[in-house]
């Protein structure tokens, strides 16, 4: 359950990076 959460909370940090990305590459 604790692995899964983890987990989860490495793909949201992720995902995050990769919009912020986006929108600094669009300005």
Not at 11 to 24: A, P
């Amino acid at each position: 359950m604790r692995c899964r959460a983890r987990a989860l909370k490495v793909t949201l940090w992720i995902s995050r990076q990769e919009i912020l990305l986006n929108v600094t590459g669009a300005l």
